[in-house]
């Protein structure tokens, strides 16, 4: 059971990382923006924060507590009875690395989808 939940992040994860890279390498094309690779991941890496934490506010306000049922997955996350849902949700040092690696990939991922030539070359013609 905890690897398919460990499976259901990483799918999500690789999602995210799919659709976000193509979306900016079509908006790249799209507008003719000349944009370096180190940029690039630092725009990318923005995108995946902002992504991941915009909710954020939402759940302090609402004040959200989760009981989670199954011991094994608690023990994972180190979670003892009702904790706040802020708690799952902080940013650490393994959101970062995340960032950075879907960042990343996101910034491969998309050029090799997209080709900006081909794409111009449709356009002309």
Same mark, same amino acid.
């Given at each position: 059971?905890?690897?398919?939940?460990?499976? !259901?992040?990483?799918?999500?994860?690789?999602?995210?990382?799919?659709?976000?890279?193509?979306?900016?390498? !079509?908006?790249? *094309?799209?507008?003719?923006?000349?944009?370096?690779?180190?940029? !690039?991941? *630092?725009?990318?890496?923005?995108?995946?924060?902002?992504?991941?934490?915009? %909710?954020?506010?939402?759940?302090?306000?609402?004040?959200?507590?989760?009981? *989670?049922?199954?011991?094994?997955?608690?023990?994972?996350?180190?979670?003892?009875? !009702?904790?706040?849902?802020?708690?799952?949700?902080?940013?650490?040092?393994?959101?970062?690395?995340?960032?950075?690696?879907?960042?990343?990939?996101?910034?491969?991922?998309?050029?090799?989808? %997209?080709?900006?030539?081909?794409?111009?070359?449709?356009?002309?013609?």
């Amino acid at each position: 059971m905890i690897y398919l939940a460990i499976f !259901s992040i990483f799918l999500i994860y690789l999602i995210d990382t799919f659709l976000i890279g193509v979306t900016y390498q !079509s908006l790249k *094309i799209r507008y003719g923006w000349k944009i370096s690779p180190k940029k !690039s991941f *630092i725009i990318l890496f923005f995108a995946f924060a902002i992504l991941e934490n915009y %909710l954020l506010p939402l759940l302090f306000a609402l004040d959200l507590r989760i009981t *989670i049922g199954n011991e094994r997955i608690a023990k994972l996350i180190d979670a003892h009875g !009702s904790i706040h849902s802020l708690e799952l949700f902080d940013p650490g040092i393994f959101e970062f690395i995340v960032w950075c690696s879907q960042a990343f990939f996101a910034g491969i991922i998309g050029p090799k989808l %997209l080709d900006e030539q081909k794409w111009q070359h449709n356009k002309a013609a």
